[in-house]
């Protein structure tokens, strides 16, 4: 009798543990899966080379010593490195004037050996930052935030697409995640991130961008909580790049819905009392009504700089045959 | 007892007709909105001038013989000349080349006497459109449909902003119609309405653009209907440009909403055996909910000309001042 109550409790105890294993949202690993890109960016960059290109160069410039700042591009020039594209970085005093900026970028934008500029935000104060992204040449613009190529986005032309909602792209499509009719939630309005997410999410997939045909959501700072929570509860894919702690919750979520989080929060740990990275989303609530869901770190993190890769080659690639380089 | 009975059935047939009257959609007088624009738009330019500015000259192309693009293209001359502004029409034939379409555009963008300048859409086939939109200098774009203006759009900043969305924003302002966290949607996501007007009302209010900071969903062709009707159903403003008759019925309305019809379609009145415009919206049925309503005719179309108009204006300024002309 106590045997069999202890044997039973300890089925009913597997069962539940089984119940929750399955219903765990499938992890989107955007740190393997980015690391299989630039695997091939790599192998694509050698064959290129093989037919007598240049080698693709990327120049970073950094104005000033944010320390954060400098561990990106560091990041940046080594992923650069491991799949062959050359690299450096210029850095700049923070007293750099607006015009000796412009100075270099032109500079950059008319010499022949530079494939790829990107300018690392923010800038300081007295540096206006969108002077300086347009300033950078559109075919040169591998962060895709000059207004030329944030138009063509805009417009399905080709051109080159910011990195972030590129990879997001890519992990969709990487797990077949449906776009086409479904309903999709972008969380934030940012110019570099939310809005081109949401240009690509609702355009058409006929055209250059081969956008994704979901019908999409814009919700933002001033939209109310219980609104924004009815959207999500209909979406069925979820972007959110706010960089608000815990903003996205379980209550918020459709089951099996994709939930891409691209925030990056920096919080202290209270049971190591060490700092960690968590995103917008609760990702232990959430992750057990999700279908799929991203980690922070090491969802779309990863994946902004293989795209970064993928512009600066693919930018490259155009200048080579418009100047029938090679 | 007779008496009686039909004097209570008059009161309660009265009672209804009043009640039916006091749900009715105040109607957007579009045509007289932008008659008060023009007469605005006219004392500015004559104080311009009165400065010893130059008159401000727009130039409009026509190729081919498109019986409605010669028809819009003379109501916005006669617009142009009601407002003073100076205006040519220059014709080319069906057979026109697309550099020679082109080397026109290049002309006109050079030419100090131009303000601006409007290529009529839609150019023959074997043109590229969007090779011409961005062939129009983007200060002269008063469109609004070059690459450049349709950034500058996405990213607040002030440029071109293209004349029906501006006119269907002029219109909301005109009712004090609230869109400051309010839920808006878009149907359609054609490139010269549908996504600016999306991005006007979901962007930041504090920025160069004046945006609505509404949460905004975008729906087109590939939202299946029960999610179109969901969405319009919990919208507090609705923009239609598809063009398709019936699309908006009155069960998809909130009661209130404020419902704006952009479409354009011409169809046969069974009555009468003549053709007649219509918009997108069931309008009979819908203003019986909506708060606000655009007729077809006269709702948005006016205000599209007088936002023309309005783009002129300040681009003309904008490039005298520039100059420095006066």
Redesign the interface.
Known sequence: MWRRSIGSLMVSISRTYAAKESNMAQLIDGKSISQEIRKQLSQELKELVATGCPVPHLTAVIVGDDEASKKYVANKMVACQEVGISSETKRLPASTTQEELLQLIDDLNKDPLVSGILVQLPVPDHINE?TICNAVHVEKDVDGF???????L????DGIIPATPLGVKRLLEHFNIET??R?AVVVG?S?NVS?PM??LL???GKYATKAM????????R???PK?LA??CR?ADIIVVAVGKVGLITKDMIKPGACVIDVGINRIKDEKTGTFKLVGDVDFDEVRQVAGHITPVPGGVGPMTVAMLLHNTLKAARKQFSDRKTC
Not at 146 to 152: K, S, T, Y
Not at 213 to 220: G, L, N, R
């Open positions: 969108r000059n207004e030329q190529n944030v138009g063509r805009a417009l399905d032309m086409f009719g309903n309005r110019k809005l949401a240009i609702s355009s058409d045909d979901a019908t999409v959501t814009i919700c933002h001033h939209t109310p609104e009815r959207y209909n």
